[in-house]
């Protein structure tokens, strides 16, 4: 079994044991994923975040920085060109340098703050829509001419818990 089976075999397995969702269930296999992640491009911070059903706001469901990024945190949905790229057209998004994250996110501050300059954001899909994000942050300068097909790949192995916490979790 490849890596990437075995993560599916897991989160399949742990969904069809529950009648509900618990997303600390599947904290073990959005680690996985970040390491796989970290191994095709590296990153500082990663986070997942869910599209709510009423497309008003996503809920984050995983973060490597925990302390800085807590679970199940909610942020408002923006209709902007990110957006529209991104959710809209599923085309993943990327930019270099702290500065370009300025008029995309309110806390850029605190991102610079902490050393990331560089971020990308690669939808993750249902069926065609976009249905979340998976949102990684580097240094300045981390992320340049990047082939997202893999990363694509690799993010994708979260789909179906993102699809159960809309059913399970978003009322």
Not at 64 to 74: C, I, M, P, S
Request: charged fraction near 20%; include cysteine; hydrophobic fraction near 40%.
């Amino acid at each position: 079994m490849t890596e990437y089976n075995t993560i599916a075999a897991k989160i399949s397995s742990i969904l069809a044991a529950n009648t509900s969702l618990n997303i600390a269930d599947f904290q073990p296999a959005f680690t996985e994923i970040s390491q796989i992640l970290n191994q095709q491009i590296g990153h500082k911070l990663l986070t997942f975040t869910v599209i709510h059903p009423s497309e008003k706001h996503v809920i984050r469901l995983f973060s490597n920085l925990e302390g800085d990024y807590a679970l199940e945190d909610t942020k408002p949905m923006v209709k902007d060109e990110w957006s529209q790229q991104v959710i809209e057209n599923s085309i993943p998004f990327y930019i270099s340098t702290a500065k370009e994250m300025q008029p995309i996110l309110p806390d850029y501050q605190k991102l610079a703050d902490m050393g990331l300059g560089s971020m990308m954001n690669i939808p993750i899909t249902q069926n065609g829509k976009t249905i979340g994000t998976a949102n990684l942050l580097d240094a300045d300068g981390a992320y340049k001419n990047i082939d997202f097909t893999p990363l694509i790949k690799t993010c994708q192995l979260a789909a179906p818990i993102f699809t159960a916490y809309r059913k399970y979790n978003c009322t």
